[in-house]
């Protein structure tokens, strides 16, 4: 039977999706190998330290792949990290053709096609290079703008309220889709939240192991004096690391049992922590995906500095009332800069989640 380029590459994506929840701080990544003897083999990147789609692929072949033809979803890697360089694994194994999606936006992986081209390997790239861009989107954005591509999920009422009162914790979401959010965050470098939304909502931020490694937990306690000792994300149920962002060094910020916990202090700014410098410590982390389940203090202040890439906005079916709180909280001059900062979005996708809406929004500027 025959394939054409796009046919296979098509199936290399789908391969791809099928790794989305253990890569880590890696893309998601699938390949396809047509062996010498007509037969194909797939592979993807199925976890963190492990071998790349590629060499899956080719190990999946076994001598079928020399002579072959590779197809992956993006440039093989060309740099010694976690594992060796894909492009020189598939010189090795002979193969005579690779078809790429697109290049690595990432400048330390790239160089894979040139060294392949050098080995005299024909190299096409470009194709689905629409759907591989849409595919690699907070990539692209990420390594351009060099700072995490930033998610921001936000569970609203039907009048657009993220809390039903002040000062209590509130369950918003239904049961599908609170399961959504917690595959979700097991794709993300990292899970960001307001000290705020810590104090009052006490969340665990825990993903089921079988789902994944567990996020960081990024907190942005400003001028919050939480009290660690008795908040579920200190209390060491959870597998992943916790860092406590602070501008203020007076208060103890000691967690015994929680793994991998860290303190760290970010320069002071009107709104208490700095969400800019508390970003760019995360990306020089190699965090590269950043997810905000913010309160509204800090989903105003993510908005207005025009630091989202992209809005997750669940919405339910239920009313929250008069006392709810909203992003603006009854100030004008706030609902006035989010709507406006709203506009700079583009819709891009809906989906039922039982009794909830899923819209993803992206900013027009990064897409």
Not at 284 to 295: H, Q
Not at 297 to 312: F, I, N, P
Not at 336 to 349: D, T, W
């Amino acid at each position: 039977m025959r394939y054409n380029d796009e046919t296979l590459m098509r199936r290399a994506f789908v391969l791809a999706r099928g790794g989305y929840s253990f890569v880590g701080h890696n893309p998601q990544v699938g390949a396809i190998v047509v062996g010498n003897n007509g037969r194909l083999y797939g592979g993807a990147h199925q976890r963190f330290g492990e071998a790349h789609a590629e060499v899956n692929a080719i190990r999946a072949a076994g001598s079928a792949a020399s002579g072959g033809d590779l197809y992956v979803t993006l440039e093989p890697c060309n740099h010694w990290g976690k594992t060796p360089p894909c492009s020189h694994f598939i010189a090795e194994a002979g193969i005579k053709r690779v078809v790429v999606a697109m290049r690595d936006p990432n400048p330390q992986a790239g160089g894979g096609i040139e060294f392949l081209r050098e080995q005299g390997i024909s190299v096409i790239e470009g194709v689905l290079a629409v759907e591989a861009r849409n595919f690699y989107h907070p990539w692209v954005v990420s390594f351009s703008q060099k700072r995490p591509y930033l998610v921001l999920k936000l569970a609203l009422t039907l009048d657009g309220c993220l809390a039903r009162e002040h000062g209590q914790r509130s369950s918003i979401s239904g049961p599908v889709a609170k399961a959504w959010v917690q595959r979700l965050r097991a794709q993300m470098g990292a899970v960001l939240l307001g000290g705020r939304t810590v104090e009052v909502d006490d969340p665990l931020i825990a993903v089921p192991e079988v789902l994944g490694p567990e996020p960081l937990v990024a907190i942005a306690a400003g001028g919050n004096r939480l009290d660690l000792a008795n908040l579920q994300i200190f209390s060491g149920a959870r597998r992943g690391p916790v860092r406590l962002y602070t501008v203020d060094g007076s208060f103890d910020a000691s967690a015994d049992g929680v793994k991998h916990f860290e303190r760290r202090l970010v320069e002071a700014c009107a709104d208490g922590c700095s969400i800019v410098a508390l970003l760019d410590d995360l990306y020089n982390s190699n965090i590269r995906l950043v997810m905000a389940e913010a309160g509204p203090k800090l989903a105003l202040s993510l908005l207005q500095r025009g630091l989202v890439d992209e809005l997750l906005i669940l919405s339910c079916t239920s009313i929250a009332g008069k006392d709810a709180v909203g992003l603006g909280d009854g100030d004008a001059e706030s609902l006035a800069g989010v709507n406006l900062e709203l506009k700079r979005f583009r819709p891009c996708g809906a989906r039922v989640m039982g009794r909830d809406i899923l819209n993803i929004w992206r900013r027009i500027e990064s897409v």
